[in-house]
């Protein structure tokens, strides 16, 4: 058996090359059947796994309210919630299936604790009201951030974005209401939904990731129009949406510094606790452990639903082999 070495491998077709530089050039779409650099492939299969096991696991912090939810009506509207991100994370796992990366490994990188996901869903939901301020704010900053991505380059994960990208506004919205009937409640229903937003606010800032001096691999993905603003200009993007949106709330955002500054047309606003941020992006976030877990026993569980299926399709297979023989 002989194995390539760096040596023998084949130059980067220049041609090809050239003819996928033109393509993202022109705003064309690039498909699974058409060449493409490495270094753009991987990091598609990184970015798309990534956001596919975001949905997956954000399922949790949510689902843990679904019992609990004040009435039937919430209960609906909750549980419908957390089925479409189920449906998000199975378009995603779709669409990173079409760069050659298997579902089975795209699961066992997320259980085995290799994967990242999104750290905003290790933080505890103690309350009613984080329904509405996940809702409200982290489906708030998804949105900001899939937008432009239904403008990706890599067609699968544009088109998979678009039909996501509606179901994260009726997201925004139920979370919006919810706050909204809280703030309109008792006095101690006001103070339950300034808490979840004083705790939700900076983490759901974060999500746009370091500040565009400290973010080295946004730039190569902006050339390959994978994405389309920085992490900046998203966040300013979303700080704007939802000042207007607090006033009508009645809810306070939790950052002394904030205010719009008439010269630059910008926010200013206070400085986001990256140590902390990456403190639970490397596993030392309250719920890290707790995710995972739940994740894993999950897939265990289910384990005899895939070999029920597996077992259904070999019998139907030979089968149809013995019919049609
Ligand atoms: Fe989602
Ligand atoms: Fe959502």
Not at 102 to 122: H, P, V, W
Not at 140 to 169: D, F, H, T, W
Not at 184 to 202: F, K, L, S
Request: charged residues 25%.
């Amino acid at each position: 058996m002989t194995t390539r070495t760096e040596r023998d491998a084949p130059p980067v077709d220049a041609e090809q090359q050239a003819l996928f530089d033109a393509l993202i050039a022109d705003e064309q779409r690039i498909e699974p059947r058409d060449w493409m650099p490495d270094a753009y492939r991987r990091t598609l299969i990184r970015q798309i796994s990534q956001h596919a096991h975001s949905e997956i696991i954000g399922m949790q912090p949510e689902g843990n309210w679904i019992t609990r939810a004040p009435s039937l009506k919430r209960k609906a509207i909750l549980l419908a919630k957390v089925q479409d991100e189920a449906g998000h994370g199975l378009y995603l796992y779709s669409a990173a299936q079409t760069l050659g990366i298997t579902r089975e490994e795209m699961t066992r990188q997320l259980i085995d604790g290799e994967a990242k996901y999104s750290s905003i869903f290790n933080y505890p939901t103690p309350t009613w009201a984080d329904m509405g301020a996940i809702g409200w704010l982290v489906d708030g900053a998804a949105i900001c951030n899939q937008v432009p991505l239904c403008r990706a380059s890599y067609g699968p994960y544009g088109r998979a974005m678009v039909r996501i990208c509606k179901e994260e506004s009726f997201h925004q919205r139920q979370g919006f209401e919810i706050l909204l009937t809280l703030m309109q409640g008792t006095p101690a229903q006001r103070r339950m939904a300034q808490d979840a937003v004083n705790r939700w606010y900076w983490p759901s800032l974060a999500m746009f990731g370091p500040p565009d001096d400290q973010s080295p691999n946004s730039a190569q993905s902006m050339a390959w129009k994978i994405k389309r603003f920085s992490n900046d200009e998203l966040r300013q993007r979303f700080v704007a949406m939802l000042v207007p949106q607090a006033e009508v709330l009645g809810v306070t955002l939790p950052d002394p510094d904030l205010r719009w500054d008439p010269e630059t047309e910008r926010y200013e606003m206070g400085e986001i606790d990256w140590d902390d941020f990456f403190a639970v992006l490397r596993g030392h976030g309250p719920c890290n452990a707790e995710r995972l877990q739940r994740r894993r026993d999950a897939h265990e569980d289910g384990a005899w639903v895939r070999e029920a299926a597996a077992e259904y399709a070999r019998k139907r297979a030979a089968q149809e082999q013995a019919e049609a023989a």
